[in-house]
């Protein structure tokens, strides 16, 4: 019990931080009074006395003093009931829609005899967590009773791991409802919550590991908000050291709870943790943002997942004794429509990490359809933007038709260079970052991809090769069925030292046609 004694001990400090401050606000005020009662009574300057004229000015300076502090202190209280703490995004579970899950999460709060969950929802990451219920929807509860916290899975986990796997990993979560039904430490977390939601009034984060919607840039602070601003920042840095051990003692207290519950099983679940990490970054980013950026979004990510770590199984043997754990119930039955719940965390997906698209809505893509509208299409749309590039590199009305052999010229003659920046500052106009997922490319690297596309389209038209998808890579090139690994080096040595050699050597061998126009 020594962690949930350290974690009330800190609690206690936080609320003596917040009733010290409430004192500080009201002690001008309360020696306004004393001095304005002994007036009127006689006993602190009474009229005529030779300090009468002292207390008389003493008493206008504490009741200016007073109104003053009364004024700020009524302001950032205001401040504080108005702030609004931002709430994760995530797909709400009913219960109907996940009886079995439900009744999973409620027999393991009976078994570490700690408060239920008070909803379940997901959330498209590899994490799980306790998170409060807004104020807007809780349930009228007795006032000494907090409400218990909404359960947030990761939608990973429920399509990767086992049912025994998914009970295990989440029964320190679980346990961390003792934590949020203490009456002090519940009310230290809302006043520190109340702390960080002031300082942000503007556009609500709406984050997921970091993850933020797009929005406008915050408004700048003006008035008497700076100055609430420069009180509740006092108050986070008195509190800040206290906040973090109240928390590390809370999260030591919910691990030795469920201690006694399938500890065994956690270890292992842990280790799927990280492949579940790995495989669900990798579908993203070389998977799901060639979609988002042509407007469509992947319908089933947690479906893809799960052909992504097996795939990565099969290939590096990271899961001993995968093929006997498949023969175990996978979480995802615990739902009743697993399809509709993964179509509502996908999209929330595209929309976490990557924003609006620019046609301004998304069109849904199940997987049979990826290749034609993302792997082809988006080829197409490179050639296209490589096309316009050098066109507008050309001499003055002399565009050319759309042929590697025009292509290769221009790499061939040193135009590599030029010819990136061009194509850089094209995209730089027309195309949305996702900052979340990738980093900012060179203008080399964006024309070895661009470059790649053309002779991808090229192969396509002229020589029977077909778009294809790969699990863990994405986009990929199909000639004769087999996947063509070999052409990036090919490419990079084209436009990085002007050889085109190796490359014109590939398409010979592929019976690609350098002089017929690419489609686009």
């Not at 570490?112 to 969950?117: I, M, Q, R």
């Not at 027309?430 to 900012?440: G, I, R, S």
Request: proline residues 8%.
């Amino acid at each position: 019990m020594a962690a949930v004694d350290t974690a009330r001990a800190h609690a206690q400090v936080v609320l003596r931080i917040r009733g010290l401050a409430l004192a500080a606000a009201t002690l001008p005020a309360a020696v306004a009074v004393v001095l304005l009662a002994g007036r009127f009574t006689g006993r602190i300057g009474a009229p005529g006395s030779a300090d009468a004229a002292g207390w008389d000015a003493a008493r206008w300076a504490v009741c200016a003093v007073a109104a003053l502090t009364l004024l700020v202190a009524g302001l950032t209280a205001r401040a504080y009931r108005r702030a609004v703490p931002p709430q994760t995004p995530a797909v709400p579970l009913d219960r109907a829609e996940a009886p079995e899950l439900y009744r999973l999460i409620d027999e393991l709060a009976e078994r570490l005899d700690v408060p239920a969950p008070s909803a379940i929802a997901l959330t498209p990451d590899c994490d799980s967590w306790l998170e409060d219920v807004p104020p807007a929807q809780r349930r009228p509860r007795h006032r000494h009773e907090p409400p218990a916290p909404v359960l947030v899975i990761g939608s990973p986990f429920l399509w990767w791991m086992r049912s025994g796997e998914l009970r295990a990993l989440l029964a320190p979560v679980v346990a961390g409802t003792a934590a949020s039904a203490d009456p002090e430490i519940a009310a230290a977390r809302r006043f520190l919550r109340s702390l960080d939601a002031s300082l942000d009034t503007g556009p609500a984060p709406a984050g997921l590991g970091g993850a933020t919607l797009a929005g406008p840039p915050r408004a700048p602070r003006r008035g008497p908000a700076v100055l609430t601003d420069r009180i509740t920042r006092r108050l986070l840095g008195a509190c800040r050291g206290h906040a973090a051990e109240l928390e590390r003692s809370v999260a030591s207290w919910a691990s030795e709870q469920a201690r006694a519950v399938d500890y065994g099983l956690r270890i292992a679940a842990q280790e799927q943790v990280g492949l579940a990490y790995a495989g669900w970054d990798r579908l993203l980013t070389r998977v799901a943002l060639p979609a988002w950026r042509l407007g469509r979004h992947p319908a089933h990510l947690n479906a893809g997942v799960v052909a992504a770590l097996t795939e990565l199984s099969r290939r590096d043997r990271l899961a001993d004794g995968y093929g006997t754990r498949l023969g175990d119930r996978p979480a995802c039955d615990l739902l009743e429509e697993p399809g509709t719940v993964d179509r509502a965390v996908s999209r929330l997906a595209a929309e976490l990490f990557f924003g609006r698209p620019a046609a301004g809505a998304w069109h849904e893509l199940e997987w049979a359809d990826y290749p034609a509208e993302v792997v082809d299409a988006g080829w197409r749309a490179r050639a296209a933007a490589l096309q316009s590039a050098l066109d507008r590199l050309a001499p003055q009305a002399r565009p050319g038709a759309p042929t590697l052999t025009r292509l290769l010229v221009r790499l061939a003659d040193g135009d590599g260079e030029q010819l990136a920046a061009a194509l850089a500052a094209q995209l730089a106009c027309t195309t949305a970052p996702a900052p979340l997922l990738e980093p900012a490319r060179s203008g080399r690297d964006l024309l070895v991809d661009h470059v790649t596309a053309m002779v991808c389209c090229a192969a396509v038209d002229t020589a029977g090769a077909t778009p294809g998808l790969d699990w863990l890579d994405g986009p990929v090139l199909l000639l004769g069925g087999v996947r063509r690994t070999d052409l990036a080096a090919s490419v990079a040595q084209a436009v990085e030292q002007g050889q085109d050699g190796p490359l014109r050597a590939w398409l010979d061998a592929a019976d690609v046609r350098l002089e017929k126009p690419v489609r686009l």
